[in-house]
Structure formats: C-alpha cells, structure tokens
C-alpha cells in the first residue's frame, strides 16, 4: 500500500510542472485524492482534491492556474500546475482516503519555482 510521487523541480516563474502520484494497493477508483504543499515552519496547506466522481476543488490561490485529475486505469492523479509563482514554492504531498481506511500519503517532491 503506497503513493509514489513523480515530478516537481526548479521551474521558472510563468512556467509549467505536473506532479503525478501513483497508488498502488488500494482501491484507488473510490478514493478522494488530495495535493497539499507545505513551506519549511508554516503550515500544511490543502490545495486541490478530487472525489471518485470526478468533481475537484482548489484552495483559491491555485484557481485557475492548477488542475487536479486523475486516471483510474492507471491508478494515479495528477496536478498540473500552470503560471508558477514564486510562492508556490513548496513541499507538495498527495495523500489518499480510501473507504473505510486511514489516510495514506505520498513521500513529497519538491517544487521550486524561481529565476
């Protein structure tokens, strides 16, 4: 049972990353699927998540910048992340809650976005 997170990296401002995060040993089809970021001494920040209906939500910074998806056939979600600032410099985690099990959360990837 785990998430492996892939991509993140120094990109910068105006540019483009996708983060992708692959689960395996789960149902992963009826999980809620979450991105969170966190700086170094503040706290974690919730910042998009999709349910097994498809619907997504985005904290408002990332609207319209950031898109959450995922593909149940290959068992990963995805975060595009367009128009980087430097603020959204970051750890980024995703995390899972499967039905009727304990959260379950990738191992992070850093994200630098700066010139």
Not at 7 to 30: D, E, H, I, M, W
């Amino acid at each position: 049972v785990q998430l492996v997170q892939s991509g993140g990296g120094l990109v910068q401002p105006g540019g483009s990353l996708r983060l992708s995060c692959a689960a395996s040993g789960f149902t992963f089809s009826t999980s809620a699927m979450t991105w969170a970021r966190q700086v170094p001494g503040k706290r974690l920040e919730w910042v998009s998540s999709i349910y097994s209906d498809g619907s997504t939500y985005y904290t408002d910074p990332v609207k319209g910048r950031f898109t959450i998806s995922r593909d149940n056939e290959k068992n990963t979600v995805y975060l595009q992340m367009n128009s980087l600032k430097p603020e959204d410099t970051a750890v980024y985690y995703c995390y899972a809650d499967p039905l009727f099990k304990t959260r379950l959360w990738g191992q992070g990837t850093q994200v630098t976005v700066a010139s």
